[in-house]
């Protein structure tokens, strides 16, 4: 995988346009002199998280004893049921914060942007090739520089596009994902495969 492609599957796993109107919902109780410092505060604690998974990962996977293969097959699984569920929304959602309280980590840092998927893929592209890390860093930082950039305007986004328009970019993205997923499941087999043999 280049750096473009795990910078478009990471933009792709954060989905910023399917996060808007939870990311609206919660900041909407905080005055709006505040949202967007407190905001670029969650986008940058998101960002610490995913760059400490993506550095500390392989050690993580090494003290665990668990094989690349594993890692791609598991993360090909995760990432199709994720893509799953951008593709057909649940009714429910993320649980919501106290009335007039500030987010602080939760929801938006994590899950909303460092959520169990990104995470999880960050660790199966340190895993597949450590020898890489300045690419893959580079991929992250700009897939989160995008996902940051939709958020921060997620007013203007919103606007722009409308609920079916924003409905119908998380679905797309979620087509998009799926094919990603199935790639990876299938490198991991293949790979398994290979090594058993």
């Known amino acids: 995988m280049d750096t473009w492609s795990a910078a478009i599957m990471l933009f792709l796993i954060m989905d910023p346009l399917g996060n808007l109107p939870v990311f609206m919902s919660v900041l909407k109780v905080i005055e709006p002199k505040r949202r967007k410092k407190v905001l670029a505060r969650e986008l940058l604690f998101s960002l610490l998280i995913m760059g400490l998974f993506l550095y500390s990962g ?3 996977l090494d003290f665990l004893n ?5 890692v791609s097959i598991a993360g090909g699984i995760i990432l199709f049921l994720i893509a799953l569920r951008m593709i057909f929304p649940q009714p ?10 500030e ?4 929801p938006l840092a994590i899950p ?4 169990p998927s990104i995470l999880a893929a960050l ?3 340190a895993n597949q090739d450590p020898d890489r890390m300045a690419d893959w860093s580079i991929a992250l930082f700009c897939a989160w520089f995008v996902s940051a950039s939709i958020l921060m305007f997620s ?4 606007r722009l596009l409308g609920e079916r328009g924003l409905t119908a970019v998380e679905r797309l993205m979620g087509m ?7 790639q990876m499941f299938l490198d991991g087999v293949v790979a398994y495969w290979g090594h058993a043999t």
Do not use: C
């Open 112 to 115: 909303m942007v460092a959520g």
């Open 123 to 125: 660790i199966l592209l």
């Open 103 to 106: 987010p602080f980590l939760v």
């Open 92 to 101: 429910g959602g993320v649980a919501g914060q106290p009335v007039g309280e």
């Open 58 to 60: 392989q050690a993580m």
């Open 155 to 158: 007013n203007s986004f919103h």
């Open 176 to 182: 998009i994902l799926v094919m990603i997923s199935i």
């Open 66 to 70: 668990v094989k690349q293969e594993t």
